[in-house]
């Protein structure tokens, strides 16, 4: 087994159609079709069902799929590394951190690595806790800012933890102030507030409904389905209030009013993962490190 018949295998899978995963390999499609055959005589099985105009995966196909991609991209890893100079002088890390991490804590990190590594290559995603876990597992990723406890237990990663975050309350300065005018806010507070409401798998809404619910009500969403921006761009516009992290207040805290939350309050873990199995790049390694020092 090939890690060309691997990328060839997995370019088929993707667009279904073997002259167009030739010409995205930039092959020709009788050797594409040639090394595919003999992936399939190397495994013993039929990787694809082969109708005119109609390509699916056969179950082995299925089941080599999740499989050649990590693989693909742990050889893409090793490449990289490898290709690393001396001093960190080049490479690439691949980051994951959700939208409001995006915000809050690490631009300040990013200006740092940068300024001290500037041929470094930096690459962001965002997303919510879910899909970085998955992307990590599948190789995508290097590193990950995600939040604890993770929504599947996943004995093929590491988590180190980073920081504890208080949460706030958010609102426009020409709403009427929450709780009355208090200088701290309770939980059921908001019972009857309107709440600018972030999209289902974003970790801040999963973290509110439940602490709505165990006050022993349902939170009422004026509007609901956005990612961090928008929601405080709602917010500034007077449509609701919003549960935000304090430092994604205190970075975005113009045209917004933040009341903290009463204590106990709401607080969420926020932890740096990366995959157990594989070491990550020496780039990463050392990003983790100006994380874990900060």
Same mark, same amino acid.
Do not use: W
């Given at each position: 087994?090939?890690?060309?018949?691997?990328?060839?295998?997995?370019?088929?899978?993707?667009?279904?159609?073997?002259?167009?995963?030739?010409?995205?390999?930039?092959?020709?499609?009788?050797?594409?079709?040639?090394?595919?055959?003999?992936?399939?005589?190397?495994?013993?099985?039929?990787?694809?069902?082969?109708?005119?105009?109609?390509?699916?995966?056969?179950?082995?196909?299925?089941?080599?799929?999740?499989?050649?991609?990590?693989?693909?991209?742990?050889? =893409?890893? $090793?490449?990289?590394?490898?290709?690393?100079? !001396?001093? #960190?002088?080049?490479? *690439?890390?691949? +980051? &994951?951190?959700?939208?409001?991490?995006?915000?809050?804590?690490?631009?300040?990190?990013?200006?740092?690595?940068?300024?001290?590594?500037?041929?470094?290559?930096?690459?962001?995603?965002?997303?919510?806790?879910?899909?970085?876990?998955?992307?990590?597992?599948?190789?995508?990723?290097?590193?990950?800012?995600?939040?604890?406890?993770?929504?599947?237990?996943?004995?093929?990663?590491?988590?180190?933890?980073?920081?504890?975050?208080?949460?706030?309350?958010?609102?426009?300065?020409?709403?009427?102030?929450?709780?009355?005018?208090?200088?701290?806010?309770?939980?059921?507070?908001?019972?009857?507030?309107?709440?600018?409401?972030?999209?289902?798998?974003?970790?801040?809404?999963?973290?509110?409904?439940?602490?709505?619910?165990?006050?022993?009500?349902?939170? =009422?969403? $004026?509007?609901?389905?956005?990612?961090?921006? !928008?929601? #405080?761009?709602?917010? *500034?516009?007077? +449509? &609701?209030?919003?549960?935000?992290?304090?430092?994604?207040?205190?970075?975005?805290?113009?045209?917004?009013?933040?009341?903290?939350?009463?204590?106990?309050?709401?607080?969420?873990?926020?932890?740096?993962?990366?995959?157990?199995?594989?070491?990550?790049?020496?780039?990463?390694?050392?990003?983790?490190?100006?994380?874990?020092?900060?």
């Amino acid at each position: 087994m090939q890690l060309q018949q691997l990328q060839y295998f997995v370019a088929v899978a993707e667009t279904r159609h073997f002259t167009r995963a030739a010409e995205a390999v930039h092959v020709a499609q009788p050797s594409l079709s040639q090394q595919i055959k003999a992936l399939e005589r190397e495994l013993g099985a039929d990787l694809f069902l082969r109708a005119r105009g109609n390509i699916t995966l056969t179950d082995a196909g299925e089941a080599l799929l999740p499989l050649a991609r990590r693989i693909l991209a742990d050889a =893409d890893t $090793a490449r990289h590394e490898v290709l690393e100079l !001396a001093q #960190l002088r080049r490479g *690439r890390v691949r +980051l &994951g951190a959700t939208p409001s991490l995006c915000t809050g804590l690490l631009p300040d990190v990013l200006r740092a690595f940068h300024d001290r590594y500037p041929g470094i290559q930096l690459l962001i995603e965002e997303g919510g806790s879910h899909d970085l876990v998955r992307e990590l597992a599948r190789g995508a990723l290097d590193l990950a800012l995600v939040v604890l406890p993770l929504p599947t237990a996943s004995p093929a990663l590491t988590t180190v933890e980073l920081l504890r975050e208080d949460l706030v309350v958010v609102s426009s300065p020409e709403s009427p102030r929450p709780g009355g005018g208090r200088r701290a806010v309770r939980i059921t507070d908001l019972e009857g507030e309107r709440l600018v409401m972030f999209r289902h798998g974003y970790d801040l809404r999963e973290l509110t409904v439940a602490a709505c619910r165990s006050a022993g009500f349902e939170p =009422d969403f $004026a509007v609901e389905g956005g990612e961090m921006d !928008a929601v #405080l761009g709602f917010v *500034r516009a007077g +449509l &609701g209030m919003a549960v935000v992290p304090r430092m994604v207040a205190a970075r975005s805290g113009r045209g917004l009013r933040v009341t903290p939350l009463a204590r106990p309050g709401l607080h969420r873990t926020i932890a740096l993962a990366h995959r157990s199995d594989v070491a990550p790049p020496r780039a990463a390694r050392e990003l983790q490190r100006m994380l874990l020092e900060r």
